[in-house]
């Protein structure tokens, strides 16, 4: 099992930036195995993915925030992140970020963003 740990939530004016981290518990080679994910869930809403990024590095963005989310990992560091520019108050939400490895997957306790003037 991995526990993840975000961070970096808070609250931004519309058109603002923030950087969300995610910090696994895992060992170094546990976590270059994992596929790493963020997704969020706005109140009343489902959970959707934001971004994931693979082992080796590959990408995908959910339409939404293309261009202004940039998801990374630092395996060395254990740590997952997600730039977030040019922010939109329908980007409030509870961020979290998981873990994906052989079919096992781990979530974090996530962390609140909210756009708001």
């Known amino acids: 099992q991995v526990q993840l740990v975000e961070s970096g939530g808070g609250l931004v004016q519309p058109g603002g930036s923030l950087r969300l981290s995610c910090e696994a518990s895992?060992?170094?080679?546990?976590?270059?195995?994992?596929?790493m994910g963020w997704y969020r869930q706005a109140p009343g809403k489902q959970r959707e993915l934001v971004a994931t990024?693979?082992?080796?590095?590959?990408?995908n963005y959910a339409d939404s925030v293309k261009g202004r989310f940039t998801i990374s990992r630092d395996n060395a560091k254990k740590m997952l992140t997600v730039q977030m520019n040019s922010l939109k108050p329908e980007d409030t939400a509870v961020y979290y970020c998981n873990a994906v490895r052989l079919g096992h997957v781990d979530w974090g306790q996530g962390t609140q963003v909210t756009v708001s003037s």
């Open positions: 990024i693979t082992t080796d590095g590959r990408t």
């Open positions: 895992a060992s170094r080679t546990i976590f270059r195995m994992s596929a």
